[in-house]
């Protein structure tokens, strides 16, 4: 249950001028690994499965009618008597589709205080220009029970931009209520092999989306970013009313602050967290739970770094 005092609603920021500057700041914390000639995550250019011209040298193969005579190498003909031709890998750059859950909870409050909304919005604006860098494309899949919205994968500042505006005006609390594995159904029908970044709160994704997950990990590699809920029962600030986004039950003031309800909820979470670790670890997802913008840019290093370790 996402019980949180939900931010007011506003303009969504600006994602240009000042906000690029800040993604430039933010971009330049983070140490990320040239190129390399196995796939990787974030990496820029990415081995092909298909042969052709490229900047990686393959092997050597006999000369058949229909190659180009230009890929013959002449000293190892040669050697061999018959024509022989360079084979090279293809060099192509990797598809980020940003898969994120729009659904009312994701405007609740996170545990910073924060609205979960904004913490989003930094973590795929911070993804969307780190794929830009790399000269990646970016491409979206935003989606709750009522509303889809995908924009095919494009290059280029532009292109970022409206990408995290989408995603901007789509965090309210007057949006539909969250479907996570329509998210994921969704992504799982893409046909390009991607790198999938699910943003979504830290209900998901659950064992309810465990097939659409599998289904998505079987086309792409996926990395979960989820933002952490405030807690409900923590003690009442001057003048601040806790109440659930999803049906608007206010919880009562003298439930609040209670150190026995407070320890049930956080052994329930912990429950749920293991659970959900557990799914995910079978079906070799890395994740980070992050607790607000101050969590982004260190929970995204170590979830990249994670998932480097796992793919040498």
Known sequence: ??????????PPPPVGGASASRYA??????????ARRATGLLDGLHRSVLQGHGQDFDDLSLY?????????DWK???RAGIPVIKRFVRQSNLTVVLAVDTGRTMAATAASGESKATVVADAAGLVAYLARDRGDRVALVAADSGRMTQLPPRAGTAHIEVVLRQVERALTVTAPP??????????????RRSLVVVLTDEAGPGPEHRDALRTVCMRHEVLVISVADADPLAAPGEGRQTRDVDDGWSVPPWLQGRPDLQEAAARSRAAHAVERATMLRRLRVHDVVV?????????LVDLLARSRRAHR
Do not use: Q
């Open 76 to 78: 190892s003909s040669a």
């Open 291 to 299: 607790r607000g913008t101050e969590d982004v840019v260190p929970g």
């Open 25 to 34: 700041h933010l971009r330049a914390r983070l140490s990320l690994p040239v």
């Open 64 to 72: 058949t009618p229909g190659d180009d005579v230009g890929d013959i």
């Open 1 to 10: 249950m996402a019980s949180a005092p939900p931010a007011p609603p506003g």
């Open 178 to 191: 969250s479907d996570l594995r329509r998210v994921l159904e969704r992504v799982g029908a893409l046909p």
